[in-house]
């Protein structure tokens, strides 16, 4: 039971690239997020779904765009980078039907430079 | 939408004594409190909960207590040691099987010394 990957785990991108992070989680959770976290701000909701094939726009989407073709997967993606969007980025998921537990469990972060 | 403050962003105490950080929410409709500890370098994890329907909930060293009235719950630490030195973040969110989307405070860096 690996509970929530991320891949990559460090990624340095030039301005204007573009890129995938990959979240993976095995826990069967409906629910699955994409933060982003930057000194002094806390955890900023980007994107989240409530199920496959659904998506939608947390707090500061602008920029990213997400998909959740499969159930245990949900990726976000920057189309063209930009130095403002040099952060550290975790997915989390949550919430499996019929059992109270609320809460969301963190992949481990990428740590995304750009340049 | 939801806007959480969280206070101190920085507390030093010494080992042993216990430590107390403070958050105020704005949604009223809000009524899913979580406490997630943050180690450098780590992902967070949460460390206690607690639903509107409660208003104090207790963990071994750790508790949590709300005030629906007032708009704003706390993390008490008790009897503190060097490995509770993180960052601790709280969150607010509204249970309402539309994702239960956590909004999150700004983060207290706790520092416990010998």
């Known amino acids: 039971n690996a509970g929530v990957t991320q891949t990559p785990k460090f990624r340095v991108l030039k301005t204007g690239q573009s890129m995938t992070l990959l979240c993976a989680q095995d826990m069967n959770h409906e629910y699955m997020y994409w933060y982003r976290q930057d000194p002094g701000m806390g955890l900023r909701l980007i994107h989240y779904?409530?199920?496959?094939?659904?998506?939608a726009k947390g707090e500061v989407p602008d920029g990213y765009n997400v998909s959740r073709l499969k159930k245990q997967n949900f990726l976000l993606g920057l189309e063209s980078a930009a130095p403002s969007q040099t952060s550290v980025y975790f997915c989390?998921?949550?919430?499996?039907?019929?059992?109270?537990?609320?809460?969301?469990?963190f992949g481990p972060g990428t740590r995304l430079t750009v340049l | 939408g939801e806007n959480v403050e969280q206070h101190p962003s920085t507390l030093s105490v010494q080992e042993g004594d216990s430590a107390v950080i403070k958050c105020t929410y704005s949604?009223?409709?809000?009524?899913?409190f979580p406490w997630y500890k943050q180690e450098l370098g780590k992902r967070p994890q949460l460390i206690i909960d607690i639903r509107s329907n409660v208003g104090e909930k207790k963990d071994q060293r750790i508790a949590v207590t709300l005030n629906k009235t007032a708009k704003h719950f706390s993390l008490h630490i008790t009897e503190t040691q060097p490995e509770d030195s993180a960052v601790y973040f709280c969150?607010?969110?509204?249970?309402?099987?539309?994702?239960?989307?956590?909004?999150f405070g700004t983060g207290t860096q706790l520092k416990v010394e010998l």
């Open positions: 969150a607010a969110a509204i249970l309402t099987g539309g994702g239960n989307k956590l909004t």
């Open positions: 779904s409530v199920g496959e094939g659904t998506t």
């Open positions: 949604d009223s409709a809000s009524n899913y």
């Open positions: 989390a998921s949550s919430y499996q039907p019929g059992r109270p537990y609320n809460e969301q469990f």
